[in-house]
């Protein structure tokens, strides 16, 4: 198949490491891929020296339909935070294109302002979570026939080891005199270097943990708020550190190899973390924040005692920590089943197989049944609403309070009247402000 892969632009972020892995690892499926991007950045450079695929820089959407009319691919596929209307509605439009087949990844699962697009555009949404959001924002469409055969998902921010070394990294080498102390526990943090991606209060956090958890020492990566910076280190001295943000992936899954545990904390949440994706397929499992209203893909990524834990606070977060330090069988168990699940769940050639296959059915290539997708929003949402109820209920009234939350929130009027609050907030601080907070967008 002739696929394009677009993406928002060639820098750093989640969505454009998934453009990056699909893009390589479809092109060394024998498939001929081409990336476009709106603007220049180091990721072109990254995908060109790994693959075959080409790669384009065409900053505005005539010029991408320009391209893409002239290609006349099998596949457009578009990843972006969401569905890209104004080049979605030219292509639809456009003669030439009309047996391409148009896919969009909305990474947060905003339904799309025109729904006429959902008739023609198939959703491979970036996981469970953001199928149970749109699903439910949209009347439950995977019941529907007309909606429910457009709607999918696949992991779109895979694991994807640089070498088969790295694999399977030796852990106990690590651990060997000379690297670090035996005792030592690491609790890291993998982050881009944005403050909408940093909680403020991770100064705060982590000095509770330096006091609490014994043995501990803190190695973050993208911490974004040097003032935080400083004053840790000069409190905390070599039990604090924390690494610029790198382009090397080499150095850093070096780094992060030598965590035993992450501690995830997102001011507004995720729907498919890369940055929780990546340690796990190193066998480092993550404690994250639950993100009760916002952006909580978390919880389909955290399975208890399965790749780490999922907690409602920060006070659960470091009973969790001294759980682990304390019970370092415990600890490498739960490293052992964090692996193996990324690399049978989320490994880019887990990832790339499954696109193919849905590639091949919306195609009508395939004659493998669909998923009943219906009862997989059904198992989720039910186990969603349970562990939201045990982490921020608790008693009869919060159990109660929960549920009225969440039944808010899968209202598409209601959340999009609370995203438009937090917008109205925010443009209302100084924009040179670097405590701001992103909500929701």
Known sequence: MIIVKIIPNYSLGGIQ???QVLATRLSKMGHQVVVIGAADG?????????????CHVIPDEAGQQEFLSNLQPDVIHIHGPTYNEPLLLKLMSEARLSETLLVSTPVFGRPPENREILKTVKTCCVGIYSLYRISKWLGNPASQTNLGSNLDYVCMTPFSPSSPDRETPDHDSENAPGSRENSDFVIGRLGRAHPSKWRRDTES???????QVPNSKWVSVG????????????RWGTRFVNHDETTNYETLLKWVSRWDVQLFA???GECFASSICEPAGLGIPTIALSNLIGDNGQSEQILDGVT????GNQTQAISKLILLESNRHRLKTLKASTRLHTHQQWHQDVAAKKLIRLYSNWRGCSTEDSRPLE??????????????????????AGNARVSATLAALESWTVFNTIVRLKRAKNSLLPTN?????????
């Open 205 to 211: 956090t982590i000095n509770s943990i330096l006091e």
């Open 375 to 396: 009862a997989t929003v059904d198992e989720f949402t039910n186990d969603y609403h349970a562990r939201m109820k045990k982490l921020h209920g608790g008693t009869f």
């Open 42 to 54: 180091p990721r072109r450079s990254m995908i060109q020296a790994d693959s075959e695929v080409e």
């Open 433 to 441: 402000n670097a405590q701001k907070q992103i909500g929701p967008n």
């Open 266 to 268: 997102s001011p507004s």
């Open 308 to 311: 780490g834990y999922l907690v």
């Open 17 to 19: 490491k998934a453009g």
């Open 223 to 234: 911490l974004p708020y040097k003032d935080q910076v400083n004053r840790l280190t000069k």
